[in-house]
């Protein structure tokens, strides 16, 4: 947190070293479909604020762009590590959809 933070001098991040492994235990839903048109401005401002550093509303995205142009503009220079994540997220629907027709 910044000097000003209220939690500044309570809270600490923590930076691991190269090559370090870490698995985020997320609590609650799973991250929404990228195939869901009724929701996909909340898929485009989940994965944004997963993935991109930010502080202010404005570093993700700026007045003028659709959610989906802030994705799509970040994803164009996101790393395999971030490609791989959204990959990721969609391919647990792509697997429940499967089951789900299975059974």
Same mark, same amino acid.
């Given at each position: 947190?910044?000097?000003?933070?209220?939690?500044?001098?309570?809270?600490?991040?923590?930076?691991?070293?190269?090559?370090?492994?870490? =698995?985020?235990? *997320?609590?609650?839903?799973?991250?929404?479909?990228? @195939?869901?048109?009724?929701?996909?401005? /909340? $898929?485009?401002?989940?994965?944004?604020?997963?993935?991109?550093?930010?502080?202010?509303?404005?570093?993700?995205?700026?007045?003028?762009?659709?959610?989906?142009?802030?994705? =799509?503009?970040? *994803?164009?220079?996101?790393?395999?590590?971030?490609? @791989?994540?959204?990959?990721?997220?969609? /391919? $647990?629907?792509?697997?429940?959809?499967?089951?789900?027709?299975?059974?």
């Amino acid at each position: 947190y910044l000097s000003d933070h209220p939690k500044h001098s309570t809270h600490w991040r923590v930076t691991r070293s190269a090559g370090h492994n870490t =698995l985020p235990n *997320i609590v609650g839903p799973w991250f929404p479909r990228s @195939d869901d048109e009724d929701i996909h401005d /909340y $898929y485009c401002a989940s994965m944004l604020s997963l993935l991109k550093p930010w502080r202010q509303l404005a570093q993700l995205k700026t007045e003028q762009q659709t959610w989906e142009e802030a994705f =799509l503009a970040f *994803i164009a220079t996101a790393s395999v590590w971030e490609r @791989d994540i959204v990959a990721g997220a969609q /391919y $647990y629907y792509e697997c429940k959809t499967a089951a789900e027709r299975r059974s």
